[in-house]
């Protein structure tokens, strides 16, 4: 990985994580909140961000692609701003691809982000339902909802999303992918 690479992710991650924190403390108002939730978005959005990231990077060098994450400045400036409007829209940046590749590639390359949040989404779970302590409960729960929510943002059909280069690709994985996360997201939280 290269040092631009390295920056961009940090302050990608950084970013989206005080994006969260902001949310979840009521658009800052909450100082005591603020620094309560930042240290779980460290964790639960850092995790599920970097990983899906990392993902598509894996994803892509086993095909022979060279591919690097870039952050994406817009794209951090409003999540932080649609963080005080009471909702995100995370885009912090992308895994650039170089070289060309397939219709199959590509999905292939695109869906391991959102199974990667999917499975973090489980890692979560796992923690809430151990019943360890009050801190693990409310970082697996919220880790939990968080990576099923990534999840089924990016599987969204449009844009450059990875729900459109997925459903390009194979519409019953796409189908699989959405469904999965969609209930996750809006559903299985009320069971942990």
Same mark, same amino acid.
């Given at each position: 990985?290269?040092?631009t690479e390295i920056k961009d992710i940090l302050i990608s991650w950084l970013t989206i994580s005080i994006a969260f924190a902001i949310l979840?403390?009521?658009d800052f108002l909450d100082?005591? !909140? /603020?620094?309560? *939730? /930042?240290?779980? #978005?460290? !964790?639960? !959005?850092?995790?599920?961000f970097i990983l899906h990231e990392m993902a598509h990077r894996v994803v892509a060098t086993h095909f022979g692609k060279k591919a690097e994450f870039r952050a994406w400045t817009f794209g951090l400036i409003f999540a932080?701003?649609?963080? =005080?409007?009471?909702?995100?829209? #995370?885009?912090?940046g992308a895994v650039y691809i170089f070289g060309n590749v397939t219709r199959k590639q590509n999905g292939i390359i695109s869906i391991a982000?959102?199974?990667?949040?999917?499975?973090? *989404?489980? =890692?979560? *779970?796992v923690i809430a339902i151990a019943n360890l302590s009050d801190i693990t409960n409310v #970082? +697996?729960?919220? +880790? =939990?909802?968080?990576?099923m929510f990534l999840a089924m943002f990016n599987m969204i059909p449009f844009g450059p999303l990875d729900g459109k280069k997925v459903f390009v690709w194979s519409k019953t994985a796409w189908v699989?992918? =959405? !469904?999965?996360?969609f209930i996750g997201a809006f559903f299985l939280y009320g069971f942990l």
């Open positions: 990985m290269k040092n979840l403390s009521r100082l005591m !909140v /603020f620094v309560y *939730a /930042f240290p779980l #978005a460290l !964790v639960t !959005v850092g995790t599920g932080i701003l649609s963080s =005080f409007a009471g909702f995100i829209f #995370a885009a912090p982000g959102p199974l990667t949040n999917i499975g973090v *989404a489980i =890692f979560f *779970a #970082a +697996g729960l919220m +880790g =939990f909802q968080i990576n699989i992918t =959405f !469904v999965i996360s």
